[in-house]
């Protein structure tokens, strides 16, 4: 009679121990699976990222609590810099001016990374455009205009067709097109050389079609330069930026000041949540049209 009531409780034993293997068995596969690694590590690299942005603008707000500064608000502005769609509507909506993305002209030779070196002008293919940026919509309560970067000043023959064709794009959307805007990193010693390029292109646009460009702030250097001033014979308005990738540069107010006596229409462009003293003395300046936030 015992051994056969030890006999049963061994098996009972061992029977639960058996469940107890697959329980810890199934639970361990859950654990380890692809779906479940994956999933986790999606959310570890969600969790990183918001939390790299939040570190971003949480330093920001730090250092510009520190240094009396303030960190640059989109719902302040109304003219924007827009490279890929906002998360934002918001931000759209509260425009009156759009400077949109629409592609980049260099040399299809030389990577995107490498302008402006003697090395590379040498070996330089012409410029070619490449489109990129927001297709054709409606807009039409905004002003538009169609932004290109540049890498390089000798273009190929089709880029002004390419580029003419692009704006009735845009104007056949029922958009109020104010022209095209070209973004290029001049070094301040060839102005000369860029406002000849300027010129060149505004012969070809349309009449009814304006060309804006953006500039360095060392430009200012140039303010009363003749090779500056060239810059007017060709461009409707010059955006002179005061940031290097997300960041604020220092001491922008010093070349701002320069400025002063520019002969033609200019604007600041400015970061979004970059840090900012202001600009107060450019406010009685008949030329300064405000400010354009490049939005991150």
């Avoid at 005061?242 to 922008?252: A, D, K, R």
């Amino acid at each position: 009679m015992i051994k056969n009531q030890q006999k049963y409780k061994g098996l009972v034993l061992r029977s639960i121990g058996l469940i107890v293997l697959v329980f810890a068995a199934f639970i361990y596969n859950q654990i380890t699976s692809p779906a479940a690694t994956h999933k986790s590590e999606n959310s570890q690299k969600t969790q990183s990222v918001d939390s790299h942005l939040n570190s971003v603008h949480s330093l920001n707000t730090a250092t510009a609590t520190a240094t009396g500064d303030e960190i640059i608000n989109t719902k302040d502005y109304e003219q924007f810099w827009i490279w890929t769609p906002p998360e934002d509507d918001a931000k759209l909506s509260q425009a009156h001016t759009l400077y949109i993305l629409q592609g980049e002209i260099r040399p299809p030779n030389i990577p995107y990374y490498r302008p402006n070196t003697n090395e590379n002008a040498v070996h330089a293919a012409l410029a070619t455009l490449t489109p990129q940026g927001l297709g054709v919509r409606s807009l039409s309560d905004k002003k538009i205009w169609l932004v290109y970067r540049a890498t390089s000043q000798e273009w190929s023959d089709e880029v002004m067709a390419q580029l003419i064709e692009r704006l009735e794009k845009w104007q056949r959307a029922g958009n109020q097109v104010m022209g095209i805007q070209i973004d290029y990193d001049a070094p301040t010693y060839q102005l000369d050389k860029y406002a000849k390029l300027l010129r060149h292109v505004r012969q070809q646009l349309p009449a009814h079609y304006q060309l804006s460009v953006t500039g360095l702030l060392d430009w200012s250097n140039q303010a009363e330069d003749p090779q500056f001033m060239q810059l007017s014979d060709a461009v409707d308005e010059l955006v002179i930026q005061t940031y290097q990738g997300t960041t604020t540069l220092t001491n922008y107010s010093r070349y701002l000041k320069k400025l002063e006596n520019l002969p033609f229409d200019f604007k600041v462009g400015i970061v979004e949540d970059g840090q900012w003293q202001g600009a107060a003395f450019l406010e009685n300046n008949p030329h300064f049209k405000g400010y354009v936030v490049f939005l991150r």
